[in-house]
């Protein structure tokens, strides 16, 4: 009957949805760090060092790919799969944009407790980390992203030879990495800062509320070019909902418009707004180019 078909295609788009729901879960850091960088070829921006990518491509390919995520998009010549591969492959240029506002704004990390959502290359905890975080989490929807690029970097900035991470005042001033793969020089003490997730963001916020050791609320989150799709604004909001702290403060950077995929910072101002959770600020504009924004969130009730 129709009613039985309409039901039993609802049953079928449910379960394909929750087959789209990637599962989390964190990444140990290996005690022989060299395996991190084995293969790796690493660049340099802003004096921070990460993972040239094109080797990457070349060279990730069977377990260092369980996903598939970088054949797929070399074959498909995408930077988004939705639902596959989202996008952390590609440092993206809000990043940049937030790194910038650190410096602007004087954000003071030390001994704070910092979630890197979306982290992607993970540059953005990097800095936290050399602001003298307490603690810095890094979480990228593909475990591949984790495994292959965010933590070789996180790796490849702690080891640096003849200094430790510090505060970061002196980034542009250090000197650039050779273009050749580096050897890791003992476990230093900020990688035991770190702790490393990939997952669809709810299943991500599940497994640190359900851990036997659970994380404190987050007093920075910080998150680029993770708007993009509007579909995902309710798994975000509620990520930032019950992960953030009292008083906490969320740092996202965002292109106005993202054309072909619909969402923008005014779309998920404006979702924000409806929900009645949070207060939000726009604290600071860029025109070059296509325009792009960095938004400040708290929680309406904070301090």
């Given at each position: 009957?129709?009613?039985?078909?309409?039901?039993?295609?609802?049953?079928e788009?449910?379960?394909?949805?929750?087959?789209?729901?990637?599962?989390?879960?964190?990444?140990?850091i290996?005690?022989?760090?060299?395996?991190?960088?084995?293969?790796?070829?690493?660049?340099?921006?802003?004096?921070?060092?990460?993972?040239?990518?094109?080797?990457?491509?070349?060279?990730?390919?069977?377990?260092?790919?369980?996903?598939?995520?970088?054949?797929?998009?070399?074959?498909?010549?995408?930077?988004?799969?939705?639902?596959?591969?989202?996008?952390?492959?590609?440092?993206?240029?809000?990043?940049?944009?937030?790194?910038?506002?650190?410096?602007?704004?004087?954000?003071?990390?030390?001994n704070?407790?910092?979630?890197?959502?979306?982290?992607?290359?993970?540059?953005?905890?990097?800095?936290?980390?050399?602001?003298?975080?307490?603690?810095?989490?890094?979480?990228?929807?593909?475990?591949?992203?984790?495994?292959?690029?965010?933590?070789?970097?996180?790796?490849?900035n702690?080891?640096?030879?003849?200094?430790?991470?510090g505060?970061?005042?002196?980034?542009?001033?250090?000197?650039?990495?050779?273009?050749?793969?580096?050897?890791?020089?003992?476990?230093?003490?900020?990688?035991?800062?770190?702790?490393?997730?990939?997952?669809?963001?709810?299943?991500?916020?599940?497994?640190?509320?359900?851990?036997?050791?659970?994380?404190?609320?987050?007093?920075?989150?910080?998150?680029?070019?993770?708007?993009?799709?509007?579909?995902?604004?309710?798994?975000?909001?509620?990520?930032?909902?019950?992960?953030?702290d009292?008083?906490?403060?969320?740092?996202?950077?965002?292109?106005?418009?993202?054309?072909?995929?619909?969402?923008?910072?005014?779309?998920?101002?404006?979702?924000?707004?409806?929900?009645?959770?949070?207060?939000?600020?726009?604290?600071?504009?860029?025109?070059?180019?296509?325009?792009?924004?960095?938004?400040?969130?708290?929680?309406?009730n904070?301090?």
């Amino acid at each position: 009957s129709p009613k039985l078909a309409a039901a039993k295609h609802q049953d079928e788009a449910a379960v394909k949805k929750n087959l789209c729901v990637k599962a989390a879960k964190e990444h140990s850091i290996p005690q022989d760090l060299n395996k991190v960088l084995e293969n790796k070829v690493m660049e340099t921006v802003l004096g921070l060092s990460y993972v040239k990518l094109s080797v990457v491509e070349m060279t990730c390919s069977g377990d260092a790919d369980s996903e598939g995520i970088v054949s797929k998009s070399v074959s498909s010549h995408s930077d988004l799969i939705p639902g596959v591969y989202e996008g952390g492959l590609k440092i993206w240029e809000c990043t940049f944009d937030l790194m910038d506002y650190f410096s602007e704004a004087e954000i003071d990390f030390t001994n704070k407790t910092v979630l890197d959502l979306g982290c992607g290359a993970g540059l953005l905890g990097i800095v936290a980390l050399q602001g003298e975080a307490a603690r810095v989490h890094f979480q990228d929807y593909n475990s591949t992203v984790i495994d292959e690029i965010t933590l070789p970097n996180v790796v490849a900035n702690c080891i640096s030879k003849g200094r430790r991470m510090g505060s970061g005042k002196n980034r542009k001033a250090s000197k650039p990495p050779s273009k050749r793969p580096r050897k890791a020089e003992g476990s230093p003490d900020v990688l035991n800062r770190c702790r490393f997730f990939s997952g669809e963001w709810s299943q991500v916020s599940q497994l640190l509320s359900n851990s036997n050791n659970p994380c404190l609320k987050y007093d920075i989150i910080l998150t680029s070019e993770t708007i993009y799709n509007p579909d995902y604004y309710s798994a975000l909001h509620d990520t930032l909902a019950q992960l953030l702290d009292r008083n906490g403060h969320v740092y996202l950077a965002s292109k106005v418009h993202y054309f072909g995929v619909g969402g923008g910072v005014y779309l998920f101002e404006k979702f924000i707004e409806d929900k009645n959770v949070f207060k939000t600020s726009m604290v600071k504009t860029t025109d070059q180019g296509l325009q792009r924004c960095i938004m400040e969130i708290a929680f309406k009730n904070s301090c």
